[in-house]
């Protein structure tokens, strides 16, 4: 015995949706668990990875896609992929309330984790420690957006501690100084750590004058003690100011 199923659906398990009402209709689509909020945060590029199906749908768990004169009509294109690309930006994904929770948490810890990577405290020219942001983010009772990157939202929130504590976004300049025998070696290891090399001067040791986030201090401290054995230096000469124009958390 055959059972017939109409063409127009299509069914799918494990699925993550991602819904919109546009035109008093509902359009969703079938996403991957998790992948959701890394294409929105820039993590993830490839919409193969996202997207279960390229298919809009009316409605996911009972399979039925929309129709192209309907997608036409709300969204101003048939587009498939425009049109997905729209409700997996601006659409509200369906999560439960546990999952949602889970997200957030995610999410209030990477922003702070950022935060640490790109400021300092101007006083003591050091970067602040993850947990620290992170209380100073509860104490100003900062509310997760989960439509929102987290490097935009990281930048929301170096503003709002301005108010509150010292703070601000810099590269620190440093001078390191290595020994002849481990210098070439050791800065290909620490190429991907610097933002800018300034000045570089090879004579009896390796010295270098460099831009670096401040998140990347105590990585590069602790790489040139361990494969110097203390006889490789690092010293914080000063901070050089991110332009406030500057909106961009690379």
Same mark, same amino acid.
């Given at each position: ?64 896609v ?15 992929? %425009? &049109?997905? =690309? #729209?409700?997996?930006?601006?659409? !509200?994904? $369906? ?8 997200? /957030?948490?995610t ?22 420690t ?25 930048? %929301? &929130?170096? =503003? #709002?501690?301005?108010?509150?504590? !010292?703070? $601000? ?8 100084? /290595?020994?002849?025998?481990e ?30 986030d ?15 054995k ?15 124009g ?5």
């Amino acid at each position: 015995m055959s059972i017939f199923t109409p063409t127009n659906q299509i069914r799918l398990t494990n699925v993550a949706v991602v819904r919109m009402k546009r035109g008093g209709q509902r359009f969703e689509i079938a996403c991957y668990k998790n992948k959701v909020v890394s294409w929105r945060s820039g993590a993830e590029k490839d919409l193969d990875e996202v997207l279960q199906t390229h298919s809009v749908f009316v409605n996911v768990s009972k399979g039925q896609v929309a129709k192209k004169d309907d997608l036409s009509k709300s969204f101003g294109t048939d587009d498939i992929t %425009e &049109v997905c =690309k #729209q409700i997996l930006s601006k659409g !509200e994904l $369906q999560v439960s309330d546990k999952e949602r929770q889970g997200q /957030l948490e995610t999410m209030f810890r990477d922003i702070a984790t950022i935060v640490a990577e790109k400021c300092v405290n101007p006083e003591t020219k050091r970067p602040y420690t993850v947990s620290l942001i992170e209380r100073a983010m509860k104490d100003i009772h900062y509310s997760v957006k989960a439509h929102k990157s987290t490097k935009q939202q990281a930048l %929301e &929130v170096i =503003k #709002q501690l301005k108010k509150s504590m !010292e703070i $601000q976004r810099a590269h620190m300049r440093l001078r390191l100084v /290595l020994p002849a025998k481990e210098g070439k070696k050791l800065k290909e290891r620490l190429k991907p750590l610097l933002k800018v090399v300034e000045s570089e001067d090879f004579d009896e040791q390796l010295e270098m004058v460099c831009l670096v986030d401040p998140g990347c201090f105590r990585e590069i401290d602790e790489l040139i003690r361990c494969e110097t054995k203390g006889r490789g230096s690092l010293e914080v000469l000063n901070l050089k100011d991110v332009e406030e124009g500057d909106e961009k958390l690379e």
